[in-house]
């Protein structure tokens, strides 16, 4: 499985931006798709994430700022982030959990001016 992340950029504080990640090889029907950050200095933590199902789940820190959705091509997946703040800026990166097995995009960075 391969994934690769886009839509990375600078904004300013309160702009949005849109990250998709695509997941190609083969994936199997339970699939998780999330995304996690990794903040300058600071270790990689979660943001969101999606199920087969289309159950969602998100960091405090971002609830009601972010969504996260699947693409209208298969194994794609979106992240709409709005009202980006600073603490926001971070290296982006999207995972897939198939059949058990954890697979790591080689990320986007997402740089938040104030």
């Known amino acids: 499985v391969q994934l690769q992340a886009f839509g990375g950029a600078l904004v300013q504080a309160g702009g949005s931006l849109r990250l998709s990640c695509a997941a190609s090889g083969t994936i199997s029907n339970g699939v998780v798709m999330g995304w996690w950050r990794q903040p300058p200095g600071k270790q990689r933590e979660f943001v969101a994430s999606i199920t087969a199902g289309d159950t969602t789940a998100y960091t405090d820190s971002v609830k009601s700022r972010f969504t996260i959705s699947r693409g209208n ?42």
């Open 73 to 114: 091509a298969r194994n794609t997946m979106i992240l709409q982030m709005n009202s980006l703040k600073a603490d926001d800026t971070a290296h982006y990166y999207c995972k897939v959990t198939s059949n058990g097995i954890v697979y790591w995009g080689q990320g986007t960075q997402v740089t938040v001016s104030s």
